[in-house]
């Protein structure tokens, strides 16, 4: 990297993760000491301690996680990844108490679809992706693999999940679409043999397996939204329910409880508890805005259990009462912007398709949501009164900070969508951006809102808007490779810049005099706001655009994150990285340093919010 003296670079601290991976199915685990809950987000295992919140992390993977297992003593955690079409996807057993991999192990290829530990901790079984199709027995203590086979015969569909027996390391279970099997391992030979359960004429797709305590009986959860009973020692279909009132949207998760009572999850974000005999619904509740159910986690006996969703939120239920409470949230898509109020260090808002949150710290405080849309950019006007959002359908939304109630629309205010909004200091006007080009000046009230004026020079969406301090000027940055100085008096061009690049990010430096830019030809460039002429140019980023920046209020200081997924922050004189942060996992879309510098805060595709202690 230009001129980045890359010895003296120092590591970021995290603080805090915002955000978890609800499509991972059976990903929310609570671990044997009940103290922890394990889940993943990205390629990252996230381990949180149920009272204190504090947060540790696992970082190995190289590509998202896609599955998890905990061992029964506690002492290992395994959990796998996805990859590239191509190559063989890892799957890391990780020591428990010292947060260190135990041991990297790699023969499936694209993805591993689940894990389980055999009961003494001896094994550990992998089931691979469609892709692949096979599972595998690997030896715990030696660290290599004893044997593998197909996990369904070829006129069967693919396998969705393995179950271990409770008391014997050598039987296992596996099912999918249309295959069930019940395998036993003869380690002497080094062999898996399986035995298809007799179905008769009963076709079902199983998306989740339990075994009994006794393992006398397993239990699987079906796409058709009813539950099977099959005999271990027999392999022999029993007992099938519910016959009527199916769960909409099919079985997503299951834990069976002590009592010979069974927890379901549906894809219709239902939650039930169900009798094993007969499987009578004895409780149920249904869960608003949740999405599938896809992780059932019971704390030790069952008096409390966590419940895990496809829309990245986490619930605390009381077993006895069958009440719950939301315990975390986050966007389960891409995050596209994030904003401080002026003047506020503890709230922060962010955006992504269907809805703005504002939260406090790691604590969602308010949502608002808007169907279907997804929001590009949002802006706090600085007397705190509304919080200002750019849409895809071209509308420029104003919300009340405190209810998310709508303060006011403007309806077509860009043909193409918003992609960009600021709001000047005196909180009268707002400049919007969108994907035809044009910069929109437009005078704002609660009663009315008109279109001052438009100037239409760019030729590509504009990426980005920032108005001077002064309210006389502002600066566009386009994805044509310009970014234009406006006069916001005259409404004309004061000066241009040109790249060969498209253009992310622009900012003022907070002297007045300089500009400095962003974008995918991973350069970052200093600018002089007379005249346009390029000061200095360095390499920002190995790989990939620099997507968000940001400078320090005392403009010592700026950050900068891109497709490359690391934070770094740079000494605005020298354009030298200082210190550089490691822990997203997907592409970081944008950051801020909060106004009294304390923290970063960044966000990225995989619906992720890193908080990062700011190092000066």
Known sequence: MAGDGESDVQMLELKSIIGFN??????????????????????????????????????????????????KSGKYIASGQVTHMGFKADLIIWNYETNDIYCRLSLHKVKVQSLA?????????????????????????????????????KSAGMTYCVAYSNSNDNIFVTGGNRTLRVWELDRGNRKIRPTDC??????????????????????????????????????????????????????????????????????????????????KKVKSVKIGDAGAITSIALRGNGHQFFVGTENAQTYRFNFAEFTYNLISTCHSDPVNDIVFPFGSSDLFATCSENDIRVWHGSK??????????????????????????????????????????????????HNKGVTAIAATSDCKRIVSGGGEGQVRVWMVGSKSQKMVDAMKEHKGSVSCIKVHKN???????????????????????????????????????????????????????????????????????KSGSINGMDIASDGKYFVTGSKDRLIKVWDYKEAEVTHVGIGHSGFINRLKICPNQKIIVSVSDDGAILCWDYPF
Request: with cysteine.
């Open 22 to 71: 609800g499509k991972v199915f059976a990903g929310l685990k609570v671990h044997p000491d009940r103290q922890h809950i394990i889940y993943p987000l990205g390629n990252v295992v996230i381990i949180e301690d149920i009272q204190t919140k504090k947060q540790r992390y696992l970082n190995g993977h190289t590509n998202d996680v896609s599955c998890l297992a905990i061992s």
């Open 364 to 413: 969602e405080m308010l949502r608002i949501s808007v169907p279907n849309i997804t929001c590009h950019a949002i802006d706090f006007m600085r007397d705190g009164r509304s919080i200002i959002s750019a849409w895809n359908d071209g509308k420029i939304r104003a919300f009340l900070p405190e209810s998310g109630r709508l303060h006011y629309c403007i309806e077509d205010a």
């Open 198 to 279: 007799t179905m008769g004429q009963l076709k079902r797709v199983v998306t989740s397996i339990e075994v009994s305590e006794k393992d006398e009986f397993f239990y699987c959860g079906t796409t058709s939204g009813d539950v099977l009973k099959v005999s271990v020692e027999k392999q022999l279909f029993r007992h099938y329910g519910p016959a009527k009132n199916k769960y909409s949207k099919g079985i997503t998760a299951l834990a069976l409880v002590k009592t010979d009572e069974m927890l379901v999850g549906a894809g219709d974000g239902t939650v039930a508890l169900i009798k094993g005999d007969t499987f």
């Open 117 to 153: 530990f055999s009961p003494n901790d001896l094994y550990l079984l992998s089931l691979g992706g469609q892709d692949d199709g096979s599972v595998v027995i690997w030896d715990v203590k030696a660290k290599q693999s004893i044997c593998g086979s197909q996990a369904a015969l």
């Open 471 to 541: 309210d006389t000027e502002c600066i566009s940055a386009s994805t044509d490779g310009t970014c234009i100085i406006w006069d916001l008096i005259r409404f004309v061009r004061n000066q241009v810049i040109f790249a060969n690049t498209l253009f992310k990010c622009v900012f003022y430096h907070p002297g007045g005099m300089q500009l400095i830019t962003s974008g995918t030809d991973r350069k970052i460039a200093y600018w002089g706001c007379i005249d346009g002429a390029q000061i200095r140019e360095v390499e920002g980023s």
